[in-house]
């Protein structure tokens, strides 16, 4: 959709530079699709609501932004003004027939370079909760900004609803947009932190692929191409990328364990899941004791760029070594140390990180050393007041990697909820449910005896 009313054009930034990578060597565009759902306990009033959304768009500047190609580049711009005539609303008689529904619109490919960057619905449950569902181009948004998006909705609805003042303006993100556009300093910063990051990433051997269903892959493409020595497999097959989504949660016994732990030791739920994911990736693999899979990383150090809409995360390699010796929280402290030097260099763009893979170790363009992509999302507490909610990833039904991970603490619950996209042609249903299984039992087992070496919750898992 080209600007027509001689709108500011923009070049992409780096983390939309991501996902334009990520869009390129997909077949199926759907994989740069963000597909959420909010539902509350409460019957919400959907006139107001509708005006909610309308005011949003106003106040969130990333549903203003549209995207077009000029010549070979891919360019942007932000409407003046955007109003949804009409939102359609369903109703679900089941959970089953509610799952399917979000299936389907999540896995339908957004017409971005046609204007269509999000798609709303409003939705009622069989449970008769209120919902609100968003399927968005992961150029606009990223799941913080999804986050963002609903509470601030929700802010604005009650604000309607009740004839009080309107919440804190958001942040602009085409403030953030103007500030990288065309920055010395930022590309010398990048320059600089790229050769850091490089000989960080470079620091031990070769990288060793380990996945969720151990082996399989690596032994299996080792045997075809007759290369016993291969340590990467190739997997980025852009035909054969269809996808399943499970969703566990963590009991309430086993949550506040975790968050007991947690407060206690003043750490981040990220390091203590992040930990537990390579201990049981370890078990799986061989006992090895390097891990490696991307971390998306958020990119808001700012209380403005945190107050912002839009992409601005970037997925980085964290590529961790294991110590056998090492106790359980000392090995957490060690994860907190790499997640500030990665979060520093996180500016650095992710086709330079490709190519630096690429380039050191020799990789064909469809071979990696991951083979997970992990986020973790900080919902933050009482996000939506004394609000109950279900908040709910659906199946996009296309990945570039054999596994996503999305994990977060639900605010109103205290749980822990995991969603795993995994790839139907590299991976089984019971083996990312088994490997769930073996995540937990390593986290609780370390968070229970929080000196309990590395090599000890191996061999108690």
Not at 349 to 369: C, H, I, K, N, W
Request: negative net charge.
């Amino acid at each position: 959709m080209k600007p027509q009313n001689g709108e500011q054009i923009y070049n992409l930034i780096h983390s939309q530079e991501m996902v334009q990578y990520m869009w390129k060597y997909s077949v199926h565009k759907q994989s740069t699709q963000i597909p959420l759902a909010i539902a509350f306990e409460e019957e919400l009033d959907l006139s107001i609501l509708a005006r909610a959304v309308n005011v949003e768009i106003e106040r969130n500047d990333c549903l203003r932004l549209r995207i077009f190609r000029d010549g070979l580049k891919v360019k942007q711009y932000f409407l003046d003004e955007y109003k949804l005539d009409k939102i359609l609303y369903k109703e679900f008689s089941s959970k089953e027939e509610q799952v399917s529904y979000f299936d389907g619109v999540a896995s339908s490919k957004l017409d971005v370079f046609g204007g269509e960057t999000f798609r709303i619905i409003f939705f009622r449950t069989f449970e008769n909760k209120y919902g609100i569902f968003i399927t968005v181009s992961h150029m606009m948004m990223d799941f913080v900004a999804v986050f963002m998006f609903f509470k601030d909705l929700i802010a604005v609805y009650d604000s309607l609803k009740n004839g009080t003042p309107m919440p804190k303006p958001l942040a602009k993100y085409e403030d953030i947009i103007k500030k990288e556009q065309d920055d010395p300093a930022l590309e010398e910063r990048i320059a600089r932190d790229a050769k850091e990051l490089d000989e960080w990433m470079a620091k031990d051997r070769i990288p060793f692929y380990n996945a969720v269903n151990g082996t399989r892959v690596l032994d299996l493409q080792r045997k075809l191409l007759h290369n016993k020595d291969m340590t990467m497999p190739h997997i980025y097959l852009p035909v054969l990328d269809s996808t399943h989504f499970i969703k566990c949660h963590l009991s309430d016994e086993d949550s506040k364990k975790i968050s007991d732990f947690i407060k206690e030791n003043n750490l981040s739920a990220e390091w203590v899941i992040q930990l537990g994911f390579r201990i049981y990736f370890s078990k799986l693999n061989r006992h090895t004791n390097d891990t490696l899979f991307w971390v998306l990383c958020p990119r808001r150090r700012t209380v403005k760029e945190k107050r912002c809409g839009g992409t601005l995360a970037s997925p980085m390699p964290w590529r961790e070594i294991i110590d056998d010796n090492s106790s359980f929280i000392d090995t957490v402290r060690q994860l907190s140390e790499s997640q500030i030097f990665l979060f520093r260099h996180s500016d650095v763009p992710f086709s330079e990180v490709r190519q630096m893979e690429r380039d050191r170790y020799g990789l064909s363009l469809m071979q990696t050393a991951n083979s997970m992509m992990f986020s973790y999302l900080p919902a933050g507490e009482n996000a939506f007041g004394d609000r109950k909610y279900d908040f709910s990833a659906y199946n996009f039904g296309h990945y570039v990697m054999p596994l996503y991970t999305l994990a977060m603490q639900e605010a109103s619950s205290g749980r822990y909820v995991f969603s795993y996209i995994h790839r139907t042609f590299l991976t089984k249903d019971e083996e990312v449910l088994s490997f769930h299984d073996g995540v937990v039992r390593a986290i609780l087992a370390g968070v229970s005896e929080p000196d309990k070496t590395i090599g000890e919750i191996l061999e108690e898992i």
